[in-house]
T-cell receptor
Framework: SQTIHQWPATLVQPVGSPLSLECTVE??????LYWYRQAAGRGLQLLFY??????ISSEVPQNLSASRPQDRQFILSSKKLLLSDSGFYLC???????????FGNGTRLTVT | AQSVTQLGSHVSVSEGALVLLRCNYS??????LFWYVQYPNQGLQLLLK??????LVKGINGFEAEFKKSETSFHLTKPSAHMSDAAEYFC???FGGGGNKLTFGTGTQLKVEL
């Protein structure tokens, strides 16, 4: 069966520090991969998605970037965090077509 | 423009009462539709999905939803609410018969009272 791993679960970082969140999927090949952010009271915001290695689509221009160095690995990064980067970050995968998204357990990021 | 709307950001019901959470979409082409549930500090969990088969879809935890093309709706229901149903619920849509992105509604927080 397929599983998705996302870490860390919680993270507290100072303003201006770098960020790296990692997500890996097991049990499937060539998944579509996604990063979402939930800010308090603002719903789900799609940040990036990828349909293949090295292919990244950015939905919102901002302080973050994403990379997909391997088929089932998706990384969210920032060189310098802002206070506004605080939120709950969710990684997800799907196979395409009519298939649903499958989410990881999320990372709670607090920028202080 | 294609969009998905969840009416009511907060819904409160008594334990044992009917749960009705509303979702409407705007699209000329019937989309694929999903309902997710999110408990605090957790990821979203798929409750059910409609992908052009039966219009009444049964999901986990006793929930079901009915696709009504004429009303462009996909409301989520449960006959009898349980305290454990308290969570946030999201409707999501894939427009255009396929594609790479799901569009999410803004969510409905369900509160279940004794």
């Amino acid at each position: 069966s397929q599983t998705i791993h996302q870490w860390p679960a919680t993270l507290v970082q100072p303003v201006g520090s770098p960020l790296s969140l990692e997500c890996t999927v097991e049990g499937t090949s060539n998944p579509n991969l996604y990063w979402y952010r939930q800010a308090a009271g603002r719903g789900l915001q799609l940040l990036f998605y990828s349909v293949g290695i090295g292919q990244i689509s950015s939905e919102v221009p901002q302080n973050l970037s994403a990379s997909r160095p391997q088929d089932r690995q998706f990384i969210l990064s920032s060189k310098k965090l802002l206070l506004s980067d605080s939120g709950f970050y969710l990684c997800a995968w799907r196979t395409g077509g009519s298939s649903p998204l499958h989410f990881g357990n999320g990372t709670r990021l607090t920028v202080t | 423009a294609q969009s998905v709307t969840q009416l009511g950001s907060h819904v409160s019901v008594s334990e044992g009462a009917l749960v009705l959470l509303r979702c409407n979409y705007s699209s000329s082409v019937p989309p694929y539709l999903f309902w997710y549930v999110q408990y605090p500090n957790q990821g979203l969990q798929l409750l059910l999905k409609y992908t052009s088969a039966a219009t009444l879809v049964k999901g986990i935890n006793g929930f079901e939803a009915e696709f009504k093309k004429s009303e462009t709706s996909f409301h989520l229901t449960k006959p009898s609410a349980h305290m454990s149903d308290a969570a946030e619920y999201f409707c999501a849509v894939i427009f255009g018969g396929g594609g790479n992105k799901l569009t999410f509604g803004t969510g409905t927080q369900l509160k279940v009272e004794l």
